[in-house]
């Protein structure tokens, strides 16, 4: 089997790109943090009310951990609970997640939060709200007949 | 290997109507996707109702059902059963016979599918992710859809390998091979819709059992999901490896190297599918990495497959006496829908996979993760590259199995249908990237979010898409047009079928590309690798079941 | 000018017609294209909280 050297050349270019792609985003994620939301915690999705911290959505400070607010949502169709909320501007939040029902999609629009909320297990992701203004909560993944109707807002004040 | 005499070989009438039969429901399914297309596009701008209390989210349902599941998968069947026959030889009574039995299982399972949806018991999308439940009805018609393509693809296996036997020790024709290599893809693939579908949804929905493991079972389906889109690509490859350089009147760049990516489509698109569960919970960071790296390896043949096609073109330009850089592209047949049609395909291929290297960047995918730039992508990919490369096809495939003839006229109205649906898709594709960018959801019926500011600057891109989707609709009735024409009206005559040759013919390809054994071992490897330790995690780690939900 | 003229005529009269420079121009533009796209979006992702 033979190759030409020009289709050689383009593949030692190609692949040296990708290497590029995988390493940035590889260092990014395991040693700068940056990792997809992957939380392992699980919950009995009958019993999110009853269940700490959704027994008390909203935003909470915390004192002693990395992060110096919890914000925590419960999402059932088809709408979030806390509907509206205020944070801090510089803040670092762990954003806390779940639903009680189907699946459903956590996206704040114009960020990097976005993750999928799933019956049974808890969504996490910490950030740092570091640009004030005000940001839509849009739920992305079908979950029923009021899907677009499906939303909340977050203002990031000074 | 294929001399000029072979290129005159017809498929056999038998093994023609039974291609027809394929792509009469394929293109039902486009009549009807298409025009549910239109309706999304209007209703998503803000300016239209749909009548009668029809729900967005039923004929969302329909399209991805249509476009995605039907379409694709009698095309696909069609077109490579008419080319295992066209290349391998005519297919045996019994292969024939398998082959009808799977043609009309795959139908009789579609129809169970789609009357639940119209009777809106199965809002559930294409992807019909649980806890959402619908009918059981269309669960056990997705099974027989599957069901019945693999007794469906057995017909063309059973083909190849009367073929090998016939002809110890050759190299298989190139298109028989990659016909083969794409229905074993298939095969392996959708062993993981039939688990999730046979073992939990269908018990599920029944009401023998009461609750699912949602986890699990997007995870079988997802690994499904990814190969799928490989299941549509692959054929659109064939025509672009080996078609598409007989139509130019050119060579097959290399035969080896076509069916050496091939098998690294087999190997690598599979074990990949945590790459759309990158922003899931409860699937540990590392192991949707190293599924990322998995994914970038897919991007290689692609890569090959890039140079390939430049070079065929480059060698046919400059044996026309074309020169400097770029001078073989002027003169390529650009008069010719055969070629044209399927260009624009290719070409669209370019943004479409720049797209899809983004989706797969791991954290990457928080930008876009089911924002409507994910519908932009797949309609460069599916809805562009592959339908238009599967037009193309059709342009000649239809005439030569029904007898009929591809007119001037007919020729024409097809180079204006590829023109027409790329700028529909310029329109459509290039607003819907950008608007997932600003943060745009998909499967979203029109909404202002309560006057939210964010959702109010969407607006304008959702109209570009509505205007764009027009004129793709447009491009769906021109391809109807041709497409009716060429089965029942075009004169009588004779269209080829053309297969192309390689640049070397005598540079024959290595047997070990056959050895099924060898490939399909490294596939399971592969699969075992990146699978078994996750999914022992989700399956251990799991919380209590979900109940079913109606919620449209 | 007219030198520069000459030098390009000469080079295409000894053109290869198996020759796939333009083949491997066009693989490096598609290359920076792919580069381009993904640089823009990661700084997206790094712009963004
Ligand atoms: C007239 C041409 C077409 C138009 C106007 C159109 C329009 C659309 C729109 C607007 C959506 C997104 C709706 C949403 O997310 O809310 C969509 C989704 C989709 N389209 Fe198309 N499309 C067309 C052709 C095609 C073709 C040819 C294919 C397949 C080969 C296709 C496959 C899909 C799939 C699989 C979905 C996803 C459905 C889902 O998210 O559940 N489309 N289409
Ligand atoms: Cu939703
Ligand atoms: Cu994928």
Redesign the interface.
Known sequence: ????K??K???I???G??IF??T???V???YLG?????????????KVDQTKPFDKPGLHKVEGKDWDYELVYVAQ??SYNPAQVKVPLGAKVRVIATTK???H?F?V????????????????YT?????AG???I????????????M?S?IEVVE | MVNSAVSKIKVDPRDAKLSMAHFYVAFIALALGGLMGLLQTLVRSGKYELPGGIGYYQILTVHGVMMGLVLTTFFIMGFQYAAVSRTAGTHSNAARRTGWIGFWTMTAGTAMAATMVLLNKASVLYTFYAPLQAHWIFYLGLTLVVVGSWIDGAAQIMTYAKWRKNNPGKPSPLLSFMAVINTVLWIVATLGVAATVLFQLLPWSLGLVDTVDVLVSRTLFWYFGHPLVYFWLLPAYMCWYTIIPKIIGGKIFSDSLARLSFILFLLFSIPVGFHHQLTEPGIDPAWKFFQVVLTFMVVIPSLMTAFSLFATFERYGRSKGATGLFGWFKVLPWGDARFTVPFIGMASFIPAGAGGIINASNQMDQVVHNTIWITGHFHLTAATSVVLTFFGISYWLIPHLTGRKLTKAMNKLGIIQGWVWFIGMVFMSGAMHFEGLLGGPRRSAFSTYGGAKQAAEWIPYQIAQAVGGSILFLGIILVLIIFINLAFFAPKGEEEFPVGEAENPQESAPMVFENWKLWLGITAALILFAYTIPFIDIIQNAPPGSKGFKTW | MAKAELKTKHKTEIEDSSSLKGTLASVFLLGFFIIITWVSVYYLFVERF
Do not use: Q, R
């Open positions: 089997m033979h190759m030409h020009f289709e050349i383009w593949l270019f190609g692949v790109c990708l792609f995988l940035t985003v590889g990014s994620a395991f940056n990792k997809p939301p992957s939380c392992l915690t699980t919950v009995n999705p009958e169709a088809f029902d189907v699946v999609g996206e629009a114009g960020t990097n939060i976005n993750m999928m909320l799933e019956p049974g297990y808890v969504s996490e950030t740092t709200f570091d640009k005000e940001y839509l849009v739920c992305n993944e079908y979950c029923g007949a009021g899907h677009h109707l939303s807002k």
